[in-house]
């Protein structure tokens, strides 16, 4: 496995970025690795994290290298600071950033797969939120989206005691449509597969529940994975691999599909 940290410049953000890529690497001679070999391409996933960590988190704090290796994945982990992945109404274009300009940065810097039949997006809490929205809004873009003890509900989120920033920088005291998952999953475009799990014990549990009743209520394809947990790194490192494989599941049956055309 190979790992990448760039520090770049965003015409977007008019400011310097940071994001995490992990590449896979087939290897003969390395111990306790599990690689595979893939033709062409790597498919790609974005992986985003959550409110309080940066583009270093999911490496520290799980096995990802390890998992993607195993699969011949490439992993890209933005830095998009506490911006709820939001063009904030006091801030930064954190949203441009990730949807538009992320993709053409990795791209630029890096071979991994171009086809959105190998392209996926994940995310734990925050980022589960954000990789909702994105295969939401582009489900033309994703394979497949996966969100971990999403914050998919950021109306009910800025009810909350303590989430000014949430209300006066990000949006400003109401959340628009276009932000707001339960929205998006009801406004009649086409929806890609969902896989959402969470811990039984997470503050953001009803909610999860929540968003997944309207998902399923509009005939989603939806995959859940509920266990006795809370919001913590133990859950998400297990979670992982199951996640991997039902992005991956997906990627490969959309690339059957457009084969047998």
């Known amino acids: 496995m190979a790992v990448a940290t760039i520090n770049c410049f965003s015409d977007v953000l008019e400011v310097g970025v940071t994001f995490t890529v992990v590449l896979p690497q087939v290897t003969q001679a390395q111990v306790g690795v599990e690689s595979v070999e893939r033709v062409g391409d790597p498919p790609v996933l974005y992986l985003l994290h959550g409110l309080s960590d940066d583009h270093s988190a999911w490496t520290r704090y799980t096995s990802v290298e390890r998992y993607a290796d195993a699969r011949g994945l490439a992993v890209v982990m933005p830095a998009v600071s506490r911006s709820f992945y939001a063009d904030e109404a006091g801030g930064h274009r954190y949203w441009t950033f990730v949807s538009e300009e992320l993709p053409q940065l990795v791209r630029t810097f890096f071979r991994v797969s171009t086809d959105p039949a190998q392209t996926f997006v994940a995310g734990l809490s925050m980022g589960g939120y954000g990789a ?36 006066e920088v990000i949006f400003a005291g109401e959340v628009p449509p276009e932000a707001d998952l339960f929205s998006l999953v009801r406004s009649g475009r086409s929806l890609p597969p969902m896989w959402i799990g969470c811990g039984t014990e997470d503050i953001l549990y009803p909610m999860v529940r929540d968003f997944e009743a309207a998902a399923q209520g509009v005939g989603a394809d939806v995959t859940t994975l509920y266990e006795p947990g809370d919001h913590v790194w133990e859950l998400w490192d297990a979670q992982l691999p199951v996640v991997l494989d039902f992005l991956l599941s997906h990627g490969d049956s959309a690339r059957s599909s457009v084969a047998a055309r």
């Not at 033309?140 to 009810?159: F, I, P, Q």
């Open 132 to 167: 909702l929205r994105l295969a939401l809004t582009y489900p033309e873009r994703y394979a497949a989206v996966a969100a971990l003890s999403g914050a998919v509900d950021v109306r009910a989120l800025m009810r909350e005691p303590g989430r000014a920033r949430l209300n």
